[in-house]
């Protein structure tokens, strides 16, 4: 049965905004968990931590300037639009993201992944994918990219410590597209413009509503329609890891234990600094 999530919308001043999937029910979204759908044209977020799990971003192609990315591990990128950096923050890093031209707006994913309980205290690492590597896959009326994963025959070649996949879908009005899930995936369907249908269900930005195509035993197959004009999705699929999840907001661990010694970690400035 589909569940419809709600996404919130959450501001900071004129020059961020964004549709926010959060992980109150983190049973209900993992593996991920959260998601952001946003704008952003002035630096935002200090330089701040992560661990625990993985923060990735992905920039729609309509970006009008990309991401300058860094980190506490010396990793410097610039994102560019229809590009991704994915860090995972494993035992701990300080990590800092800004429009490469201030004012200019960067129209982005910014998504929380969780790591397996065995890779949550690893060493931290990055991957990027350039615009021109990210995979296209064309059905009549839909353009898929798959910016990590796989669809449609073809694979993404980043290799995340998550065994996900991201799907940026373009359709044009009237349009359809068969959604295959593998057994035991769950997708969740998040509207970037436009309303669209999954299985004869409606959702959009109108009513920011997010289905959640439930983890099903044997592979499923769900129809998606841009029944009201053209649509743009993104769609989520991962196995749900089924661990605890205990977070502080910029760590989350699946034990106390080690969420209490990354944040003392992090406090002795051994996640390094910016």
Avoid: C
């Avoid at 630096?43 to 931590?49: A, K, N, V």
């Avoid at 992560?50 to 506490?72: C, K, M, P, Q, W």
């Avoid at 249908?197 to 099903?216: C, M, S």
């Amino acid at each position: 049965m589909t569940t419809i999530a709600r996404m919130q919308r959450a501001n900071r001043g004129g020059h961020f905004r964004a549709y926010r999937l959060d992980g109150s029910d983190p049973a209900l979204i993992d593996p991920f968990l959260g998601i952001d759908h946003a704008w952003m044209s002035a630096p935002t977020f200090p330089p701040h931590p992560h661990a625990g799990f993985s923060a990735v971003t992905y920039l729609f192609l309509d970006s009008e300037t990309g991401i300058a990315n860094r980190d506490s591990q010396g990793n410097r990128k610039l994102i560019q639009p229809g590009g991704l950096h994915w860090t995972a923050a494993g035992r701990g890093v300080v990590h800092e993201e800004n429009p490469a031209v201030p004012g200019s707006t960067a129209h982005l994913l910014q998504i929380f992944v969780n790591l397996p309980r065995d890779r949550q205290d690893a060493a931290p690492f990055a991957l990027s994918l350039d615009p021109q590597e990210v995979p296209v896959v064309h059905r009549p009326g839909a353009r898929v990219r798959v910016p990590f994963g796989s669809f449609g025959g073809v694979r993404s070649p980043l290799a995340p410590p998550t065994e996900v996949t991201l799907l940026d879908i373009s359709l044009e009005a009237g349009a359809e597209l068969e959604l295959p899930l593998g057994a035991g995936q769950r997708a969740l369907i998040m509207p970037i413009f436009g309303s669209a249908e999954i299985n004869g269900q409606g959702f959009g930005l109108d009513d920011l509503g997010v289905p959640i195509l439930p983890a099903a035993t044997e592979a499923t197959t769900h129809k998606l329609v841009a029944a009201s004009g053209a649509a743009k999705v993104a769609v989520f699929i991962g196995e749900p890891l089924r661990q605890p999840v205990l977070s502080n907001g910029p760590m989350a661990f699946a034990s106390q234990e080690s969420l209490t010694a990354a944040s003392a970690a992090y406090h002795r400035d051994e996640f390094g600094w910016l």
